[in-house]
Every structure is written in structure tokens, then in C-alpha cells.
T-cell receptor
Framework: DGGITQSPKYLFRKEGQNVTLSCEQN?????MYWYRQDPGQGLRLIYY???????QKGDIAEGYSVSREKKESFPLTVTSAQKNPTAFYLC?????????????FGPGTRLTVT | GQQVMQIPQYQHVQEGEDFTTYCNSS?????IQWYKQRPGGHPVFLIQ?????EVKKQKRLTFQFGEAKKNSSLHITATQTTDVGTYFC?????????FGKGTHLIIQP
């Protein structure tokens, strides 16, 4: 059963702590993305990676970091430098080279920082 | 950078009524994609439009891409309770998508 998994579904952290969100896909997709969604808002791009060992900043990369050591995995670290980390984080993937770059989303992780 | 605006933000309809959401981009788009997000869920891809003036239908859903490739619309005929959710348009490609803020469809039985 192919798809994207994100864990955990809910995550609680204290202010000042770094936290890493997991994203794994078995769709054999080359491209992976991280988006942030705030209540009542659209999705905003944090980082993306089109191939292993390479990634690019999106529109709101400040306070976040990523790695892409394996094709299947694209973890996101929310650092203590992120001023408003509480949000719904969505990971997505798409096929490289496909005519249409439709994105497949994971179930998301709801992060609450207090 | 590219901006994608979507209206209305909220739409209340009676079950059986029609629904339309509109999307406008500040720049010409190579393609427009539409996603649906159910309450508490994640976005799910509905369709992609690529050609100027393109119209595509999926059962009760009709998608249009403007002639100038800067606007798009989604129309749902005779809404059902299963249509509840937020509908997003998005433009972009391999370097990520720029999403509109979405239209929340609320259906009253």
C-alpha cells in the first residue's frame, strides 16, 4: 500500500526545544515538500527537495531545517529560532519529470509549542 | 513573488444548491491545480488544468482555466453533504506550489 506517512500525528513541545517531524514515502517519488498550514489559512512552502542530498528554501524557511539523505525520507526540524512554531505541518511528494506535478500529501503532524 | 487569491473565504449553502469558488493569480500560470481538504484531514488532489480556456468535469464538479491563464474556477452542481470541506487552488510546479487561502464550503441540510 503506497503512500506518505508522517509521525507523530500530534506533537507537544516546550518553547526553546528543537523538534523533528518525520516524513516517509514509498511512492518512489523524487521530489518532496514541506508545507505549513495555520488555522483558516492556505498552505505555505517551507522547504523542498527534488533529488537526494539537495534541497531548497521555500517561502518561509526561517527557523526550519531539513535533510534528504534517502529518497524515501525528508525530515523537518523546527528549531527554537522559529517564532511561531505551532501549526499543522504537511509533507508531500511528487514525481520528478512528470508532466503534471500533482502532489500527494501525508496525513500531517499537528505541532503545539507552549 | 507569485500570489494566488481565492474567494469567497466561506460559503454557506443549502444542500442541493450550487457552489462556486474563484481563484486569481498575480502572474500567468503554467498550470492550476485544485485540492480538497476535509475537516481534520489533508489536501487531496482533484484535478490539474494546463491549457488556456480549458474546461474539465468530474461528475458534479466543473473546473475552468481562464483564457489568460491567470484565473480559474470550481463549480459544484447540487451540493451534497459529502462536498463539505475546504477547496484550494494552487499554481506552480517542481519547485513547489503556491496555494490560495481556500474556500470553506459549509452545507446546511
Amino acid at each position: 500500500d503506497g503512500g506518505i506517512t508522517q509521525s507523530p500525528k500530534y506533537l507537544f513541545r516546550k518553547e526553546g526545544q528543537n523538534v523533528t517531524l518525520s516524513c516517509e514515502q514509498n511512492l518512489n517519488h523524487d521530489a518532496m515538500y514541506w508545507y505549513r498550514q495555520d488555522p483558516g489559512q492556505g498552505l505555505r512552502l517551507i522547504y523542498y527537495s527534488q533529488i537526494v542530498n539537495d534541497f531548497q528554501k521555500g517561502d518561509i524557511a526561517e527557523g526550519y531545517s531539513v535533510s534528504r539523505e534517502k529518497k524515501e525520507s525528508f525530515p523537518l526540524t523546527v528549531t527554537s529560532a522559529q517564532k511561531n512554531p505551532t501549526a499543522f505541518y504537511l509533507c508531500a511528494s511528487s514525481r520528478e519529470g512528470a508532466q503534471y506535478y500533482e502532489q500527494y500529501f501525508g496525513p500531517g503532524t499537528r505541532l503545539t509549542v507552549t | 513573488g507569485q500570489q494566488v487569491m481565492q474567494i469567497p473565504q466561506y460559503q454557506h449553502v443549502q444542500e442541493g444548491e450550487d457552489f462556486t469558488t474563484y481563484c486569481n493569480s498575480s502572474t500567468t500560470l503554467s498550470n492550476i491545480q485544485w485540492y480538497k481538504q476535509r475537516p481534520g484531514g489533508h489536501p487531496v488532489f482533484l484535478i490539474q488544468l494546463v491549457k488556456s480556456g480549458e474546461v474539465k468535469k468530474q461528475k458534479r464538479l466543473t473546473f475552468q482555466f481562464g483564457e489568460a491563464k491567470k484565473n480559474s474556477s470550481l463549480h459544484i452542481t447540487a451540493t451534497q453533504t459529502t462536498d463539505v470541506g475546504t477547496y484550494f487552488c494552487a499554481g506552480g510546479g517542481a519547485d513547489g506550489l503556491t496555494f490560495g487561502k481556500g474556500t470553506h464550503l459549509i452545507i446546511q441540510p
